[in-house]
């Protein structure tokens, strides 16, 4: 992965890692997901996508499919993380077009929480990492969810420990995974 000096130098980097694991961690995550990814793939849809860096991976693994990245393109003041009702935005669009860019994506949308909504129409797959269901509860996205998944769309959602809203899922999606981490785990399912 190619990580332009600019987005490096970022503070929005620094705070959600060390720069040196960014690419690495990034490469772990992606091949521990490959055996559960879709043969195929047209569209995917990033809640909470930051800086785009697992969108490389997977953009790559499908020869370009269509990325719709959802977050907020602003960065609040004072940055706290954990799972609360209080938003934190620490995002920036143009660090993560950098990003994209450098490593060859094309096909990439920008969906503003706070500005204007492009939402795919349908997924192939939807994914969250260390967002919906991390910082904040899948109701907030899961009407979206619902409406824009379809039978074998695959959901990739990092969960907080003390917080699994699996039964909430179940009558949608079939569990496929359920991949230990920290202080989470990656539930991964399919579209029933």
Not at 34 to 62: M, Q, R, T
Not at 109 to 116: A, K, P, Q, Y
Request: glycine share 6%; charged share 25%.
């Amino acid at each position: 992965m190619i990580i332009p000096e600019e987005v490096k130098k970022s503070i929005i980097l620094k705070q959600q890692r060390s720069v040196g694991e960014f690419a690495p961690q990034l490469e772990k995550e992606y091949n521990a997901l490959i055996p559960y990814l879709p043969k195929e793939c047209s569209n995917i849809w990033d809640i909470g996508a930051g800086l785009g860096g697992i969108d490389v991976f997977l953009s790559k693994h499908y020869d370009n499919p269509q990325i719709y990245l959802t977050d907020y393109n602003e960065s609040d003041e004072n940055i706290f993380f954990g799972f609360n009702d209080k938003y934190c935005a620490y995002n920036s669009f143009d660090l993560s077009k950098k990003l994209l860019d450098a490593n060859g994506v094309k096909n990439y949308i920008f969906d503003d929480l706070r500005g204007v909504r492009k939402l795919p129409f349908e997924a192939d797959i939807i994914i969250s990492l260390l967002s919906c269901c991390f910082h904040y509860p899948i109701t907030e996205h899961l009407t979206q969810i619902l409406y824009r998944s379809w039978k074998d769309t695959v959901l990739i959602l990092d969960m907080r420990i003390g917080y699994d809203p699996t039964n909430i899922l179940e009558p949608y999606f079939k569990e496929l995974a359920r991949l230990p981490y920290r202080k989470w785990f990656r539930y991964i399912g399919v579209r029933k």
